[in-house]
């Protein structure tokens, strides 16, 4: 990083006791502070313990400093929710970048630190770029793609070329006074100014809250018409150095062709990286920790790669990530999937707020201030009022094509969206003095159109959105039957676009998928990996998972899942196994619980057991259960280290198998029950008869049962064993797939051990443990809080004839569905209210 | 055919009915007699004479889609053998975008038939409702393009989505209570709030720059 730090630059060496003083000494150093030479360092004296070496760290420890103070900032800016929510933090960071200008300024007379160009392209920019391809919803964004193309080609060369020859007008009438500039001048720096910001649009936008379409085309413009700005900037540039009278009609076409060169070159750059990218993700199952490090690397070298051909290098890093996310997703586990998703969001934040604090400190700099009221004046009012009569003109023609058309409350916020930002100051920082002699008042004009679209705009867009009543994007959940009924509107369209004979819009999309998943994904993805990544799928998954996490989360609240794991009836153990959390209690404490516990819970089975007399078996079945649902606290376990191998922290763990077997739990008693019905009601297959059966036991207190949740934890097994294909039980993706496969591997096999307690234990039949599901729960008592589809759920596992009812599932063929096939999804509440239950 | 040509009773008897324009329909009727191969009406063979439709995987649920009596506003039930220019624009019409000028009535009218086609496409014998039954027929077809997902897999899909419709449209649940189905009213319920805009439209172009495929 080119921070420029004067000051003396001589080593420091300190006795001991010195260092007494470096935090005092530390601040007016890294502000740049004339050091008095000399001051409280001894003579040498040989041998020194301890040195001090500013010089040695001088660059990263200041670099790190800003980071930190950046970084320091932004948690300040959040401890007052009413400040973030109305101002934006991009322009906050403005003003505390001014702020510190000003007192780095005031300590050194000269402007220390400021964002140079080098720094802001190969270091800040990227991570922003990469950020926003790698997390681009491709579908909006390509469904738009003609939309966003033209604001972003013709729209950026209207307002570089209104812009500076309005410009240059108003120069010639004089009112600007005397300017060494000529038309050409006018023109550079209408080519850098018109370009709309993608990282001061995503600051603000972000904050905002506008509609998905209406984000895009904002956004999207703002990321390609980098192309426009890069090729603009460097014809006008060369124009400006080769002087207005040698220009040639050639150059001018040679101007056209670079930019499709430019453009074009850019994306296949990025393209062919992407492709790379998927390609190496393809194969880094056996170096899962570095996993993450290709996606950085590549696209960076992405980035790099058209910078060094002068391409548009944003356009590379862009398409980099937009074209790699969907293979590069799959491929990589869970973990580094989440690794970058975090690191990525990091490291553009970051970026972010550097360069918006440097942007403040930057513009504190009286060398480069030049002051010409007109000149910044009439600039503001050009790009604003053009940039409006641009979006105006191409939004009437667009919505000739445009399927959802643009309103005039769009075109208002697309209009006040165009904020300029860092890349416009990095280009206009760029200039040759020699040639352009009027740069230092681009480059203050420059500022001020920064800070007032960044600052002014960005403050006052949130109220403007809300006063328009502009239609805000709405997060929903993800629902199975929205996804489905999407996909099955794809298809139909495309079909009907194919029937009519039209090449449209979804035409091209269902080539595109086909392509995709005929070549592509075979290509690009693992062979695992191309099972699950059905959208639907996923999203199935998801909801899975949601609904699993929220049992295991109902437990957490209630203290533990002592609900789900103990198999006593008795409302007065309702035992918390699973202790606090294990770090907070002494080993010795959670050991001696855990004693207690097993005592209490023996005893409470022992209890319900003994008219049954069958005691040992029950000893056994009630070991075998706290051996498994114990764990030990966390202090027992020994961490290994490995820099290869990230071992999953036992905590962690264990939170996992909790959840497993409380999956596992359900699964089985939910099968176990319906079996079970299904053995007492051989006879009674018919919905009607077992309709009025259920009525007649309806008078149990069993409460509202919502059918949702049983039924999802039975297909949620299904699903596991989709996932379960043998190609799958390779150590490493057992492992990946985020207990996936763990879990039916304990399903089966727990149920293998189970059973056979089940198949030793005839006596118990299934009338006798339903017999237990007659007396009130503890749950179910009034003052209970419990939502009912809680309480659903908390009844499912809740027999010890789990165990004992697992041998039917063994003698089952593995075809449950077939359950389902005959009752209808609302089974589940039957099966807690067997005939044999009667009101107590 | 311009605004120089006039419009023959016939067209302007089609563009009223079913609001495309006279051009459209031009293009339209173009299309119809190409895919009838001259002749006046379509039948459910023609349609396999379209290579891109090939790859569908609910192809035979759209091409089903096309003969329905429902969809034809002809009968409550049944399927036509086959269809006419009408008929076709007819079924063409769901997939109309929304004009800019209609009021909201209009407006939640059109997205009502337009997701009336779809919920047609689902309720394959025509009682109403969405059994599980049918819902896992459509999802098992929706899915059959990957072949990584099996039928088992689409099944529990289709369970998981009309659980979700339950517990959408009945909300809880009494234990004694069985949901047949998703009636059309129920359907409605889950798209409510749901913007249908982009997914059911089809721009269908006024100039000739349709690619006259095969």
Not at chain 1, 405 to 424: K, P, T
Not at chain 1, 510 to 529: C, G, P
Request: with cysteine; aromatic share 10%.
């Amino acid at each position: 990083m080119a921070f420029r730090v004067r000051g003396t630059t001589q080593e420091f060496r300190f006795p001991v006791w010195g260092l007494l003083f470096l935090a005092l000494w530390m601040l007016p150093r890294v502000l740049g502070v004339e050091e008095i030479p000399g001051h409280n360092s001894h003579e040498n004296q040989g041998f020194q313990i301890v040195t001090f070496k500013w010089h040695h760290v001088q660059d990263p420890y200041i670099i790190a400093l800003w980071i930190l103070v950046a970084s320091l900032a932004k948690i300040v800016f959040h401890l007052s929710h009413k400040v973030t929510s109305v101002v934006p933090e991009s322009a906050l960071l403005i003003v505390l970048g001014l702020i510190l200008g000003g007192i780095v300024w005031a300590a050194d007379h000269i402007a220390s630190f400021t964002l140079t160009p080098t720094v802001f392209f190969f270091y800040l920019l990227p991570p922003i770029v990469l950020d926003a391809g790698y997390f681009m919803p491709n579908r909006l964004f390509f469904g738009n793609l003609g939309t966003i193309l033209l604001y972003a080609v013709i729209g950026t060369v209207w307002n570089a070329a209104t812009t500076g020859l309005s410009l240059y007008g108003v120069y010639l009438s004089g009112i600007m006074g005397d300017l060494s500039i000529g038309l050409l001048d006018f023109l550079l720096f209408g080519s850098l100014i018109a370009a709309v910001d993608p990282v001061a649009v995503l600051a603000v936008f972000e904050e905002v809250h506008v509609n998905d379409v209406l984000f895009i085309i904002v956004f999207g413009e703002s990321l390609l018409n980098d192309a426009v700005t890069v090729v603009l900037y460097n014809v006008f540039d060369s124009f400006v150095s080769l002087g207005a009278d040698k220009v040639t009609g050639v150059d001018c076409v040679k101007g056209i062709v670079s930019f499709f060169v430019v453009s074009l070159g850019g994306t296949l750059i990025g393209i062919i990286f992407a492709f790379l990218l998927s390609l190496v993700t393809r194969f880094t199952k056996h170096v899962r920790i570095i996993e993450p490090g290709f996606v950085f690397i590549i696209s960076y070298l992405s980035y790099l790669t058209s910078e060094m051909l002068s391409l548009s290098a944003i356009l590379a890093i862009t398409f980099c990530g937009i074209c790699c996310q969907k293979y590069v997703k799959a491929n990589i586990s869970e973990q580094s999937s989440t690794t970058v998703r975090y690191t990525m969001k990091m490291l553009a934040s970051g970026a972010e707020t550097i360069i918006f604090m440097f942007l403040g400190i930057s513009a504190v700099d009286p060398a480069i201030w030049t002051w010409n009221t007109a000149f910044i004046l009439l600039t503001l009012v050009f790009i604003s009022v053009y940039r409006a009569i641009g979006v105006v003109l191409q939004t009437w023609l667009l919505n000739k094509y445009r399927m959802v058309q643009l309103e005039i409350i769009d075109q208002v916020v697309m209009s006040y969206g165009g904020l300029r930002g860092a890349v416009a100051y990095a280009l206009v920082v760029l200039l040759d003095e020699k040639k352009v002699k009027e740069k230092n008042l681009f480059v203050s004009t420059t500022i001020i159109v920064v800070f007032f679209t960044v600052i002014f705009q960005g403050l006052t867009i949130k109220p403007l959105v809300q006063w328009l009543k502009v239609k805000k994007s709405e997060h929903r959940e993800p629902k199975l039957n929205e996804k489905l009924h999407g996909r099955a509107f794809d298809h139909i369209l495309s079909a009907i676009e194919d029937i009519s004979g039209q090449i449209g819009h979804n035409y091209l999309r269902d080539k595109w998928s086909n392509f995709d998943r005929k070549v592509l994904s075979k290509l690009l993805m693992r062979r695992s990996a191309q099972k699950s990544r059905d959208r639907i799928l996923n999203v199935f998954h998801e909801l899975n998972l949601k609904d699993a996490i929220s049992y295991v989360a109902e437990g957490e609240r209630r203290g533990s899942l002592a609900f789900i794991r103990s198999p006593s009836t008795d409302n007065i153990v309702n035992v918390d196994f699973s202790t606090p959390r294990p770090s907070t209690v002494e080993a010795s404490v959670s050991y001696l619980l855990r004693e207690n516990v097993s005592t209490v819970c023996l005893d409470m089975q022992a209890l319900e057991q003994r008219r049954k007399s069958i005691r040992d078996t029950e000893d056994t079945v009630t070991h075998h259960t706290l051996q498994q649902y114990l764990y030990k606290p966390r202090q027992e376990y020994k961490h290994l280290y490995s820099r290869h191998e990230l071992t999953s922290n036992e905590d962690e763990k264990q939170d996992k198998e909790i959840f497993h077997r409380t999956m596992r739990k359900r699964l089985e008693s939910f099968k176990s029950t319906k079996l079970g019905i299904n053995q007492t009601k051989k006879t009674a297959k018919l919905y009607k008869r077992e309709r009025g059966q259920k009525r007649r036991n309806s008078s149990i207190p069993n409460g509202k049962i919502p059918m949702e949740s049983p039924t999802r934890d039975f297909t949620f097994k299904e699903k596991e064993l989709e996932f379960s294909d043998p190609e799958e039980t390779n150590e490493y993706e057992a492992e990946e797939m985020s207990g996936g496969i763990e879990f039916l591997a304990n399903v089966t096999q727990d149920t293998a051990t189970d059973s056979t307690t089940g198949i030793d234990n005839p006596v118990f039949s299934t009338e006798e443990d339903q017999s237990i599901f007659t007396k009130v729960p503890p749950w179910l008592s009034p003052e209970e809080t419990v939502v009912p589809s809680q309480r659903a759920r908390v009844q499912i596992p809740y027999s010890p004839s789990n165990f004992r009812r697992l041998t039917p599932i063994r003698l089952s063929t593995k075809s449950v569905d077939s359950f389902l096939l005959a009752d209808s999804p609302e089974e589940r509440p039957r099966s807690f209210l067997p005939e044999s239950t009667h009101i107590p | 055919m311009g605004s120089a040509h006039s419009m023959s009773e016939e067209v302007r008897e089609l563009v009223s009915k079913t609001g495309f324009s006279s051009e459209q329909i031009e293009q339209l009727h173009r299309r119809f007699k190409q895919l009838s191969g001259g002749q006046p009406t379509i039948r459910k063979e023609n349609f396999n004479n379209i290579p891109d439709l090939e790859l569908n995987p609910i192809r035979s649920k759209i091409i089903h889609a096309f003969f329905d009596n429902r969809n034809l506003r002809k009968a409550p039930n049944g399927l036509a053998d086959e269809i006419n220019f009408e008929d076709f624009l007819i079924i063409m019409s769901y997939f109309r975008p929304i004009e800019p000028n209609m009021d909201e009535e209009q407006l939640e009218r059109c997205r009502k038939e337009k997701l009336r086609f779809l919920f047609h496409m689902y309720d394959s014998d025509s009682d109403g409702r969405i059994t599980l039954e049918e819902y896992r027929n459509v999802v098992e077809e929706l899915l059959s393009g990957n072949p990584h997902i099996g039928k088992e897999s689409a099944r529990s899909i289709a369970d998981g989505a009309m659980m979700e419709a339950a517990s959408i449209c009945v909300g809880q649940m009494q234990p004694d209570q069985v949901y047949e189905g998703i009636t059309f009213d129920d359907f409605l319920k889950m798209w409510q709030g749901i913007d249908i805009e982009t997914k059911m439209h089809v721009r269908f172009l006024n100039m000739d720059a349709i690619a006259l495929c095969h």
